[in-house]
């Protein structure tokens, strides 16, 4: 199905994104996708060094009558968010993605389609390899593990690079120049306890809250969503209090910057208290379902006759935990007092694991102002301490201070009113972005970032709009021609 996708136009563009994803890319393990970046830009002969972290650097000089022009870094990440459905059998550090043209829409079969941070790579492989594209001096900058920490831009060194403009090429609506970005700080509460054995006259079940939308929990955070987390906590406590079921594991979420989807848990109950619970079960799916039903319409509630577990916690742990859970904050905490529409400050509960013994809960938590997004991470801190949590604060990194007054920002606005025929929407996002973390030791480089429509990104529902990649790619390359003079 992938080779309905090579014939997408800008053909040169999709058919480098086809061979990106047969690349197995996720996060932390880049090993290949970083050989494979490398090999392309030596089998150009174009300057390309590796960084002492990973990151790949390849240097292609001006196009004729383009050389006085100032040099410019085009940036993406190589790492992708590896995520897939509960029932889709797909092995990600062996596969390729399986891509499908669905209308107007580029997607994978049951797993994340890597567009995110995909197409930006695509189109600087493209822009390297072009022989008519005209251009300034181009600079490719490919970070690693933008997605799960963001090592690769905190590694990279100062005078590495030599541009005075970024053109970052990792955001997800056509109609945005993004100038400004939120910083983020991981926080895991984690510790052991002690299990009892099953209670007698007990039957167990297996209890999965999935089918939630899901995606960017930056990005798509002030949308409502689901939490998959959240709502398996309250199912549980509910179902202690009214009839003292005993849990033995949760296992719910899977990655910090996506909202989850799925959450899955082993219940001991009652034999007495059978029927009461199923319909009680059945009466809380339809309670949720009106909750969620215009952000989650697929929302579902199961139940399935397993084994008798081992053992479950014991009771003071466990009324414990949900307490901790149910209070830990999920969604917007703050939206911005200076910029309408923007998210200031918000947490995702991203993932929930009590099994044999041990716990962690880890939380992904942004803002675009230090001192709050650290004052978040501190309450959740003193929110599991009070169980007696070890929690620890870590992969933190700053926001991206806006520049509306940058000389690119007013290219770049002028640009899209020529090519349109309406206004960009000039803004600062609550996602992730490697700008301000680069702008530490590049503190002159003037930096904005674009990109085309994704939807559903970091979840399995990850689509790419064809025509808008058409749009978007139409204002890169006007831009390389207004790039000005040095």
């Not at 001006?62 to 040099?71: K, L």
């Not at 390899?129 to 251009?135: L, N």
């Not at 955001?171 to 509460?189: F, K, M, R, Y």
């Not at 082993?266 to 009466?283: M, R, T, Y």
Request: glycine share 8%; hydrophobic share 40%; aromatic share 6%.
């Amino acid at each position: 199905m992938s080779e309905a996708v090579r014939n997408l136009e800008p053909k040169a563009m999709w058919n480098h994104f086809a061979d990106l994803n047969a690349v197995p890319r996720p996060s932390k393990k880049e090993e290949r996708v970083i050989e494979f970046a490398k090999n392309f830009g030596e089998s150009l002969g174009l300057s390309t060094i590796i960084d002492e972290v990973g990151n790949v650097i390849i240097k292609k000089p001006a196009s004729p009558g383009m050389e006085n022009r100032q040099t410019i870094v085009l940036q993406s990440h190589l790492d992708m968010v590896h995520q897939k459905n509960a029932s889709t059998n797909f092995d990600f550090d062996k596969e390729g993605i399986k891509m499908y043209v669905d209308g107007d829409w580029v997607r994978a079969e049951g797993t994340t389609l890597g567009a995110d941070n995909g197409i930006g790579v695509a189109s600087i492989m493209t822009l390297l390899s072009s022989s008519d594209i005209a251009h300034p001096p181009l600079e490719a900058l490919f970070t690693i593990d933008e997605e799960t920490g963001m090592t690769g831009a905190m590694g990279l060194k100062g005078g590495l690079l030599e541009a005075s403009i970024m053109l970052n090429l990792d955001t997800e609506d056509d109609d945005e120049l993004t100038i400004g970005c939120a910083g983020g700080i991981d926080v895991t509460a984690s510790g052991l306890y002690t299990e009892k054995e099953v209670p007698s006259n007990s039957f167990a079940l297996k209890v999965t809250v999935n089918g939630l939308t899901g995606g960017h929990s930056g990005m798509d955070i002030h949308r409502g969503r689901g939490n998959a987390n959240k709502l398996m906590n309250r199912l549980l406590m509910r179902a202690v209090n009214e009839f003292g079921i005993s849990i033995s594991t949760i296992n719910g979420g899977s990655l910090r910057n996506a909202i989850p989807r799925e959450s899955f848990a082993i219940v001991c109950v009652a034999n007495d208290q059978e029927q009461g619970f199923k319909a009680w079960l059945s009466e809380f799916e339809t309670e949720i379902k009106q909750e969620h039903n215009t952000t989650d319409p697929n929302l579902k509630v199961l139940i399935d006759s397993v084994e008798s577990p081992a053992k479950v916690l014991k009771a003071d742990f466990q009324i414990g935990l949900l307490r901790a859970v149910y209070g830990c904050p999920v969604g917007i905490y703050r939206m911005s007092p200076d910029i309408d529409g923007l998210v200031q400050t918000s947490n995702n509960l991203a993932r929930v694991l009590v099994e044999n013994g041990e716990y962690t809960v880890q939380c992904l938590t942004r803002s675009s102002v230090d001192s709050e997004k650290l004052d978040e991470a501190e309450s959740i801190k003193a929110l599991f301490e009070l169980i007696g949590s070890k929690v620890e604060f870590g992969g933190s990194y700053p926001g991206w201070a806006p520049r509306p007054d940058a000389a690119i920002v007013k290219t770049m606005s002028d640009l899209y009113k020529k090519l349109f025929n309406e206004d960009a929407h000039v803004m600062a996002c609550h996602a992730g972005l490697e700008c301000g973390i680069l702008g530490t030791n590049y503190p002159e480089m003037e930096m904005i970032s674009f990109g085309p429509n994704i939807r559903g990104a970091h979840s399995p529902d990850e689509c790419v709009q064809i025509s808008s990649v058409h749009k978007y790619w139409n204002l890169l390359i006007e831009t390389l021609m207004h790039i000005p003079e040095a």
